[in-house]
């Protein structure tokens, strides 16, 4: 067993904000080495080779041949929804993706409590206890300047954020990540309705892959993936041709930075947002075509909601997203173990749980659910929303207070009460996750692609 020198580091700032000092929480730095997620042979294949683990899977779908597949990536928000994935990942012997946001796990915590090197322990415990030793890729997910919400309600400055954001990729190296996603494409110091300039864009997206790289190498740790660009409108490479303009640009600005390194994945509008599900395929075709002139592929966000799943492989789609859809579920999940537990009450002597009732007054009191107001909603009290929107920011918004200790107890007390009566409740909520997360590797072509990549290998 190999042992581990940990360095706490408390850093505290007093930053100055038009004259008003602002006061930055703690930060806690842990320079440690990951947990162990290396016990895979595609990884050791890729390891050998020199060659970062997302690309070296994606060498092997072939756009066009029918054998192409779509990357899974699971955006994080819970711990049913790491041993669902992992669950999935290991039925479908497939590889799986969790990726990471700054408001979720990061420095201070992020709303589920998790610091970078605490996720990767979860995810290396869930790993061991179901058995899977297929590859788990470890990414961030749009980590730029503003992204973090505590840094736009606080106001901070560029600077301020790039300080933070530099400590925060340096956590996610340190703890074992494959995939660092850098999004420079947002500036709330520009007029608003502003876009950016293509060229700010690739010198703060290149400055910060040097300080990526700059850290890894001085800590000796073999090569990492790349994601650059977003999905937004307010990014301003949503049109194909400053989609281009951006590949064209970024490439030359880091040959003359003398930068061996080029993004696996790159982000592109393919029509999907969190309350649009509609892919546009003939535009993710024309996307891919310019992506694949460069030696990168298209990853697409939001694809929570998407009904036609199979055109993602289809159009070459590389990588996907999907988030708050198994936040979804599990919300509903719940709230049917609940109405479980109603039934019961009538029968039998307990306190009930009124999980629901506590889950709704944490969403609402936590505010997070105003970030996805329509421009009509804004200033709108919650109960003054229509019950359909209440409805979805209420399914959606439950990953922002999972861990919140009142919703956590509440969610105890609901599990044992229906343990009494011979119902494991935890084991319902994993079932309808099961569901979910199946139709999603089904879709991508994702069955049996361990084996398929190391019959090739081998």
Same mark, same amino acid.
């Given at each position: 067993?190999?042992?581990?020198?940990?360095?706490?580091?408390?850093?505290?700032?007093f930053l100055k904000y038009f004259g008003k000092e602002v006061y930055k929480t703690p930060i806690t730095m842990f320079n440690v080495m990951p947990p162990h997620l290396n016990d895979c042979e595609i990884r050791r294949r890729a390891?050998?080779?020199?060659?970062?683990?997302?690309?070296?899977?994606?060498?092997?779908?072939?756009?066009?041949?029918?054998?192409?597949?779509?990357?899974?990536?699971?955006?994080?928000?819970?711990?049913?929804?790491?041993?669902?994935?992992?669950?999935?990942?290991?039925?479908?012997?497939?590889?799986?993706?969790?990726?990471?946001?700054?408001?979720?796990?990061?420095?201070d915590g992020g709303y589920t409590g998790w610091t970078q090197y605490e996720f990767v322990k979860i995810v290396s415990k869930e790993k061991d206890s179901i058995g899977f030793y297929g590859p788990i890729i470890l990414a961030s997910?749009?980590?730029?300047?503003?992204?973090?919400?505590?840094?736009?309600?606080?106001?901070?400055?560029?600077?301020?954020?790039?300080? /933070?954001?530099?400590?925060?990729?340096?956590?996610?190296?340190?703890?074992?990540?494959?995939?660092?996603?850098?999004?420079?494409?947002?500036?709330?110091?520009?007029?608003?309705?502003?876009?950016?300039?293509?060229?700010?864009?690739?010198?703060?997206?290149?400055?910060?892959?040097?300080?990526?790289?700059?850290?890894?190498?001085?800590?000796?740790?073999?090569?990492?993936?790349?994601?650059?660009?977003?999905?937004?409108?307010?990014?301003?490479?949503?049109?194909?041709?400053?989609?281009?303009?951006?590949?064209?640009?970024?490439?030359?600005?880091?040959?003359?930075?003398?930068?061996?390194?080029?993004?696996?994945?790159?982000?592109?509008?393919?029509?999907?947002?969190?309350?649009?599900?509609?892919?546009?395929?003939?535009?993710?075709?024309?996307?891919?075509?310019?992506?694949?002139?460069?030696?990168?592929?298209?990853?697409?966000?939001?694809?929570?909601?998407?009904?036609?799943?199979?055109?993602?492989?289809?159009?070459?789609?590389?990588?996907?997203?999907?988030?708050?859809?198994?936040?979804?579920?599990?919300?509903?999940?719940?709230?049917?173990?609940?109405?479980?537990?109603?039934?019961?009450?009538?029968?039998?002597?307990?306190?009930?749980?009124?999980?629901?009732?506590?889950?709704?007054?944490?969403?609402?009191?936590?505010?997070? /659910?105003?970030? /996805?107001?329509?421009?009509?909603?804004?200033?709108?009290?919650?109960?003054?929303?229509?019950?359909?929107?209440r409805r979805w920011l209420l399914q959606t918004g439950a990953r922002y207070v999972w861990m919140k200790d009142d919703v956590k107890k509440a969610r105890e007390i609901l599990y044992n009460n229906l343990k009494l009566n011979g119902?494991?409740?935890?084991?319902?909520?994993?079932?309808?996750?099961?569901?979910?997360?199946?139709?999603?590797?089904?879709?991508?072509?994702?069955?049996?692609?361990?084996?398929?990549?190391?019959?090739?290998?081998?």
């Open positions: 067993m190999n042992t581990v020198k940990l360095y706490v580091i408390l850093h505290y700032s390891i050998e080779r020199d060659v970062p683990i997302t690309s070296f899977l994606l060498r092997f779908s072939s756009y066009g041949s029918g054998n192409n597949f779509t990357l899974l990536a699971v955006n994080a928000n819970s711990v049913l929804t790491v041993k669902s994935a992992l669950y999935a990942a290991k039925r479908f012997n497939s590889p799986i993706t969790f990726i990471t946001t700054l408001n979720q796990v990061d420095l997910d749009h980590y730029g300047p503003w992204l973090k919400d505590r840094h736009v309600a606080e106001k901070w400055s560029y600077q301020e954020c790039i300080e /933070w954001l530099r400590k925060s990729i340096e956590a996610c190296i340190d703890a074992g990540y494959d995939l660092l996603h850098i999004d420079m494409t947002k500036d709330i110091e520009l007029p608003r309705g502003k876009v950016p300039d293509v060229d700010r864009i690739v010198e703060r997206t290149v400055e910060m892959i040097d300080f990526s790289e700059e850290v890894r190498k001085s800590k000796g740790l073999p090569k990492i993936d790349y994601e650059v660009g977003t999905e937004e409108v307010s990014g301003g490479l949503t049109s194909i041709e400053r989609f281009e303009e951006f590949l064209v640009k970024l490439k030359r600005r880091l040959i003359e930075k003398r930068l061996n390194v080029w993004p696996c994945f790159v982000v592109g509008d393919i029509g999907t947002s969190l309350y649009n599900p509609s892919f546009e395929y003939d535009r993710a075709r024309e996307l891919v075509k310019v992506a694949s002139k460069y030696d990168c592929y298209v990853k697409g966000h939001y694809t929570d909601f998407v009904k036609n799943l199979k055109l993602y492989p289809r159009a070459g789609i590389g990588g996907a997203n999907v988030g708050p859809k198994f936040t979804q579920v599990e919300f509903d999940a719940l709230e049917r173990l609940e109405s479980m537990e109603q039934n019961l009450l009538s029968k039998h002597n307990f306190l009930a749980s009124k999980f629901m009732e506590t889950l709704y007054n944490a969403i609402v009191e936590s505010g997070r /659910w105003k970030k /996805w107001l329509f421009k009509n909603e804004e200033g709108k009290r919650f109960e003054q929303l229509s019950k359909k929107r119902i494991d409740g935890e084991k319902l909520v994993l079932n309808s996750l099961n569901r979910c997360m199946s139709r999603f590797f089904r879709a991508f072509n994702l069955g049996n692609l361990n084996n398929r990549i190391l019959g090739l290998i081998r």
